[in-house]
């Protein structure tokens, strides 16, 4: 039987570390980590972003990840943790296990920036 959605959610956050919103503020401003925004950017206008997040759409994800890429962004290769959010989580947790089985060092931001939001941390506007 062909697995669902919530299968594969299930078993990517079996398989990566994921953080709540509050510890990912703890290491916001930590030069160790580098936060990623993978929503669309139609989302960034609508609703900002994490200060001091970088943006890489989902669909580009592992061409901007893999340094064979012509797309390859070279913070990528920045021996860093990356913090991986969207929206709501689902989309990130799915980035986050992919990215994991590229080689980064990375995490999850549980119930994304919605919780972020929520939580009152600091968001920027897209200009």
């Known amino acids: 039987m ?6 594969l959610l299930e078993r990517a956050d079996a398989s990566v570390a994921s953080f709540t919103s509050n510890e990912a503020h703890e290491r ?17 206008e609508r609703e900002g972003f994490i ?5 890489a759409p989902r669909g580009m994800l592992e061409f901007w990840i893999d340094p064979e890429s012509p797309y390859h962004k ?20 799915l980035a986050t296990q992919v ?3 590229m080689g980064l ?6 119930g994304g920036f ?11 506007e897209r200009s």
């Not at 930590?30 to 929503?39: A, E, G, L, S, T």
């Not at 200060?51 to 943006?55: F, K, L, N, Q, V």
Request: with cysteine.
């Open 2 to 7: 062909a697995l669902g959605f919530k299968d």
């Open 28 to 44: 916001l401003n930590n030069p160790d980590y580098i936060f990623v925004d993978i929503r669309d950017p139609r989302e960034l």
């Open 51 to 55: 200060t001091g997040a970088r943006h």
């Open 74 to 93: 070279p913070y990528f290769a920045e021996d860093k943790t990356f913090v991986f959010y969207c929206a709501s989580g689902w989309r990130s947790l």
């Open 99 to 101: 990215a994991q089985e």
């Open 105 to 110: 060092n990375c995490a999850s931001l549980r």
């Open 114 to 124: 919605s919780e972020w939001k929520k939580a009152g941390f600091p968001v920027s």
